[in-house]
């Protein structure tokens, strides 16, 4: 596989940008590789600037459930952009993309549009602190909600101690009112509560985790943290911007009957443009401003092309009854047979999937929260990334993303993928035993 003109741009993009890129795991440093500049994509395919084409299953990080530049959504963001990209001023559309996200998501009952799934998150949990009138909040260790300062956070050096800054730049003070504890672990959470239930404003999670790998919550999770969320009077707020529209078609809180105070969402809800939302009970959300006193703004927000790629999409999701349970079959079966393949080669995985997500870890035991994604093989996965590309199969370069399958990915797309699967688990079988024999 040639990457000439990609390790050029490559180089030339360092000169401009920190690392050459602008998010990131975009420069592919944990896999020792040079990232393919992309030309242009369509359907399930992306193609970049050396000609190479790929089956893609990251889908710009999971907005493009109905493939790349889809017809409709491409002609409606046409007729969108002659009229005018930005107004900073209402429109229409605002009200009919709100329409639509309500009517998928009741427990929405009033909601502000934002530009990013940061924006969402950051902002729910401000408002979170003005209703309540607290300032501490609980996320889970491995759980990523954007890049602010309150949620950029580590545990401290027990589950029940606040937390400690993940960058240089977020202060002291901010990390503390974080109390970070491992995902899926209902008792810490109780326990915490039990301590200082009455300074706590919210907790905030992925209801389904997607940013340590695809982990799924155990069974009483999600309901624990209703029922004492609930008991203390703290927000429960859902980071959907990455599981909504994925796992079924009104997120996490549809599939395990779990309704949230608060709810993020991003990525599918933009269509693939900078676009998410934030909202939930209106006698939260009427404290935001104008309606209150929370402030919250933006330029941008509510951008008509962002709301006209939305509204398409949206669209197209409920016009088709069976569009779930179809694409959540594809994508079941692909994982299925990638764990046979990789059976068949003598390579432990494993292959967690939920509706149209998925992700593999090169582990031999289940997967339940951030220290179990840790002990997975990065030697292994680096192989399994390098030898996937080279055969065409476009993967997230990290076995801490998730993956995800369109309805644009073909019979033909799968039997590709799960053809250089085979070929892949076989190289790094024989490799990784030659590797223990010396």
């Not at 009517?103 to 929405?108: A, L, N, Q, T």
């Not at 950051?122 to 954007?146: D, E, L, P, Q, W």
């Not at 764990?339 to 995985?349: D, G, P, R, S, T």
Request: proline letters at 5%.
């Amino acid at each position: 596989m040639n990457l000439e003109k990609s390790a050029a741009a490559f180089e030339e993009a360092k000169k401009f940008m920190p690392g050459g890129v602008n998010s990131p795991v975009r420069s592919y440093s944990s896999v020792d590789c040079t990232p393919p500049f992309i030309s242009h994509a369509t359907g399930s395919r992306i193609f970049d600037i050396d000609g190479n084409e790929y089956i893609d299953y990251v889908g710009s990080w999971g907005p493009m459930i109905l493939g790349h530049a889809h017809p409709q959504i491409v002609e409606a963001l046409k007729k969108a952009v002659e009229k005018g990209t930005s107004f900073g001023a209402p429109t229409e559309l605002e009200t009919e993309l709100a329409k639509l996200v309500q009517k998928i998501y009741p427990s929405m009952e009033v909601m502000r549009m934002v530009n990013s799934g940061t924006e969402a998150t950051m902002s729910a949990v401000r408002v979170a602190r003005g209703f309540t009138g607290r300032n501490k909040i609980i996320k889970f260790i491995g759980c990523y909600h954007g890049h602010s300062d309150s949620l950029l956070v580590n545990a401290g050096s027990g589950a029940t101690t606040f937390g400690e800054p993940s960058s240089p730049g977020v202060t002291q003070g901010t990390a503390q009112d974080t109390i970070s504890v491992p995902y899926n672990d209902i008792s810490a959470v109780e326990k915490i509560f039990a301590q200082c239930g009455e300074e706590i404003a919210a907790v905030i999670v992925e209801p389904v985790a997607g940013n340590m790998g695809l982990i799924t919550p155990k069974k009483n999770f999600l309901p624990g943290l209703r029922k004492v969320t609930e008991k203390y009077g703290a927000v429960l707020i859902f980071d959907e911007v990455m599981c909504g529209f994925r796992v079924a078609l009104g997120g996490a809180q549809e599939k395990y009957k779990v309704t949230p105070d608060l709810t993020c969402l991003g990525k599918i809800v933009g269509g693939g443009l900078p676009c998410a939302v934030y909202g939930g009970r209106e006698n939260i959300m009427r404290n935001v401003s104008p309606d209150g006193k929370i402030y919250q703004a933006g330029t941008l927000s509510g951008n008509p092309l962002a709301m006209t790629a939305g509204i398409e999409t949206l669209k197209i999701l409920l016009k088709e009854s069976s569009f779930m349970e179809k694409i959540s079959k594809k994508t079941s079966a692909l994982a299925d047979s990638l764990k046979i393949k990789a059976q068949l080669a003598n390579v432990e995985i494993q292959v967690p999937q939920v509706g149209a997500m998925f992700s593999i870890f090169f582990n031999t035991k289940r997967v339940k929260n951030y220290e179990d994604a840790k002990s997975s093989s990065d030697d292994q996965f680096k192989m399994w990334f390098s030898e996937m590309l080279k055969r065409g199969i476009y993967l997230a370069p990290s076995q801490f993303e998730t993956l995800f399958v369109s309805a644009a990915h073909s019979a033909e797309d799968i039997a590709k993928t799960l053809e250089a699967a085979a070929e892949t688990f076989q190289i790094i079988s024989t490799h990784f035993k030659n590797e223990i024999e010396e």
